[in-house]
């Protein structure tokens, strides 16, 4: 996608030193990043401070995130917000995240609006609570025309769920005579996960150096490289997605080949 130099350049203006635009080749960058986003509640606890706390902060890093992304002209975005094992947290929790979902959509669809973002869910939308499902059906609605960046925010989101209910749709053509059971193939799978129409991500990142994918686009990520940072979700920023974009242009693809020469 195409970016504007001038607002780039300004918005990684004065960095940290380690790290800046110029050790990134833009001519290279992953279409699609995709962002484990964890570590929110050690955040807050290491402040001394109750575990929303952090899910609050970690909005500021989404923000950031979301606006670095747009800068830089990625195709799209994947973030995991909530999986379908989140539940299984206190109560309180879970009613916190849900509502805080709910006012950040409201508070950021002005900036999607800007930007010129479009945003898609992966996951099950019909388990969440009726203020949150409201908003985020309005964010589908008004950025269903949008051609920047898509935004995908994974909520109620898990893999396997998301793979059995893949197979389920084929199930159903198939017993219904639409589709030749022999014509089932990785592309009949594919257009049938809640990511149908994106790219599979190239880099996924995920913060607080937990070393698993936690039921995230098992599928998809099959050939993402990963870049694992302890940084924890609220203290990410712009220059450590440039840190991870760098070392993902420096690995070696194969893709199962052998690099010639
Ligand atoms: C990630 O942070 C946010 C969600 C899973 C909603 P955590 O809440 O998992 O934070 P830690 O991993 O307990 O520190
Ligand atoms: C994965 O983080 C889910 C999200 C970031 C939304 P978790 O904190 O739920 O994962 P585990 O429990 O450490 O595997
Ligand atoms: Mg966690």
Redesign the pocket.
């Known amino acids: 996608m195409r970016y504007d130099a001038d607002a780039l350049a300004r918005h990684f203006a004065d960095g940290p030193g380690d790290v800046s635009l110029a050790d990134v080749d833009m001519a290279r960058l992953p279409s699609h990043i995709s962002i484990?986003?964890?570590g929110n509640g050690r955040w807050a606890e290491a402040r001394g401070m109750e575990r929303p706390y952090g899910h609050m902060a970690g909005v500021d890093s989404l923000r950031e995130t979301i606006t670095t992304c747009v800068r830089l002209g990625i195709d799209a975005l994947s973030a995991?917000?909530?999986?379908t094992?989140?539940w299984k947290r206190p109560q309180r929790e879970v009613d916190m995240l849900m509502h805080l979902f709910a006012t950040t959509l409201v508070n950021e669809l002005p900036l999607f609006v800007q930007e010129n973002v479009r945003l898609v869910f992966l996951g099950d939308l019909e388990a969440l609570p009726r203020e949150t499902r409201e908003v985020f059906e309005e964010g589908l609605a008004k950025t269903a025309s949008h051609t920047g960046m898509v935004l995908a925010l994974a909520v109620n989101y898990g893999s396997r769920a998301e793979i059995a209910r893949a197979c389920r749709l084929v199930a159903a053509d198939v017993a219904a005579g639409r589709m030749d059971p022999g014509s089932v193939d990785e592309f009949a799978v594919a257009e049938r996960l809640y990511t149908a129409g994106l790219s599979d991500p190239e880099l996924l990142i995920r913060t607080s150096g937990?070393l698993?994918l936690?039921n995230f686009l098992l599928w998809q990520l099959a050939y993402a490289e990963f870049y694992v940072t302890p940084v924890l979700w609220p203290d990410f920023d712009r220059w450590e997605l440039l840190r991870a974009v760098a070392s993902f242009q420096g690995r070696e693809r194969r893709f199962g080949g052998v690099v010639q020469g």
Not at 80 to 83: D, G, K, M, R
């Open positions: 484990i986003m964890d995991y917000a909530f999986s094992e989140n937990e698993r936690s």
